[in-house]
């Protein structure tokens, strides 16, 4: 089903570069959110964003960098400023803050 | 600081018993809670939000404040609702984030 499309599903990175992970919705939401999922740690927030051209920092946001040029697109960059990458990513849409999450299928960082 | 503590990591019932998974919260003021679920191999999704006090799948959840809890309960269990479920605390004010807890396995056996 479409709603949130993440990509790609698996994506690998080298020691010292930059990565993007793709998020896209075509659910006409305005807030949007990334999310890092590591074995018994739950769901922790590194960015979100409430509308276009807005982003806020979440609990772990150093070591990345997101954009929101449009309302469908939220791209997030692991830096090599994060030192431990590798975990699986999640993002999330939601009509405004405050309103229940739609999330992706992820995508799962490792490092070579 | 808000917080969400879910105490169990897995719980392991058989098939038509009771099943309650905890959910504890810190938070100054009236807070509004969320379960999501995440079945295998599928997106995790919302179950269900204490403001709506509905029954989704047969499962409930009331919010207790003098216990500061919002436990997930349903009274027969199925397999099929073997999955990972987390329990989430949105903050308050202008800054908005949703906290997660670290999540609960169920495994309901046949």
């Known amino acids: 089903d479409g709603g949130i499309t993440q990509s790609p599903k698996y994506l690998f990175r080298k020691e010292g570069q930059n990565v993007t992970l793709s998020c896209e919705q075509n659910?006409?939401?305005?807030?949007m959110y990334w999310y890092r999922q590591d074995p018994g740690q739950g769901l922790r927030l590194i960015y979100y964003?409430?509308?276009?051209?807005?982003?806020q920092k979440g609990d772990i946001a150093e070591g990345y960098s997101v954009s929101r040029e449009k309302k469908e697109s939220f791209p997030l960059t692991v830096t090599s400023a994060q030192k431990n990458p590798t975990a699986f990513y999640l993002c999330?849409?939601?009509?405004?803050?405050?309103?229940?999450?739609?999330f992706g299928d992820g995508t799962r960082l490792s490092i070579l | 600081a808000q917080r969400v503590t879910q105490p169990e990591k897995l719980l392991s019932v058989f098939k038509g018993a009771p099943v309650e998974l905890k959910c504890n919260y810190s938070y100054s003021g009236s807070p509004e809670l969320f379960w999501y679920v995440q079945y295998s191999r599928q997106r995790l999704q919302l179950l269900l939000r204490?403001?709506s006090r509905e029954s989704i799948k047969g499962f409930t959840a009331d919010l207790n404040k003098g216990e500061t809890s919002f436990h997930l309960k349903k009274p027969f269990a199925q397999e099929e609702d073997s999955a990972m479920y987390y329990c989430a605390l949105p903050s308050g004010g202008s800054n908005y984030k949703l906290t997660f807890g670290k999540g609960t396995l169920l495994t309901v056996n046949p």
């Open positions: 204490h403001i």
């Open positions: 964003s409430q509308i276009v051209n807005d982003f």
């Open positions: 659910l006409n939401h305005d807030a």
């Open positions: 999330a849409s939601s009509i405004s803050l405050r309103q229940p999450q739609h």
